[in-house]
């Protein structure tokens, strides 16, 4: 087949496809490579490659190709360079999400005992507030246990006597 036919057969892009492509392609590229080599990495340790991993890596794809074209745009590299970096964001993004998931649970882990604290002084407030309405024969309860839970109380039917 001659080089004229190969060019009468071939699909022709529009030019903001192209542009795309041109400007993309490679962090696409970079990302597939990183990807693969994060499966492969698991696989040489031994670890199963789950549905749901693959599910949890598609939904931060884009997010792994934002990171990975601001540092290409402020490194200010092309090509294969850039999808060089692009796989090194693919694959080094797992340990990032671990250490800043792992540092909220240290944060949280810290604010636990102050929240227990807290939580037993509502306790006691709502206990005072209950003895109080008890004693005194107030009915100023709207319902509202503090705890989420609400309390319907229906209003006191007519007896119908037959």
């Keep these: 087949m001659s080089h004229q036919a190969l060019e009468t057969n071939a699909v022709s892009l529009s030019p903001w496809m192209e542009a795309a492509v041109i400007k993309y392609g490679w962090i696409w590229v970079g990302v597939g490579f990183g990807f693969a080599a994060k499966y492969g990495l698991l696989m040489k340790r031994g ?63 810290a604010a636990l005992p102050d929240m227990g604290r807290v939580k037993g002084e509502m306790r006691q407030i709502d206990q005072i507030e209950r003895s109080r309405a008890a004693l005194t024969g107030a009915a100023d309860c709207d319902g509202d246990d503090l705890e989420g839970v609400h309390i319907h109380r229906l209003p006191a039917s007519p007896r119908i006597e037959p």
């Design 47 to 109: 670890k199963p490659v789950t549905v749901r991993m693959v599910v949890a890596d598609m939904l931060l794809i884009g997010m792994v190709a934002l990171i990975a074209f601001n540092i290409i745009v402020k490194l200010g590299l092309h090509g294969e360079a850039s999808a060089l970096v692009t796989s090194l964001v693919a694959v080094g993004a797992d340990r990032g999400i671990r250490m800043l998931t792992d540092r909220f649970w240290r944060q949280v882990d």
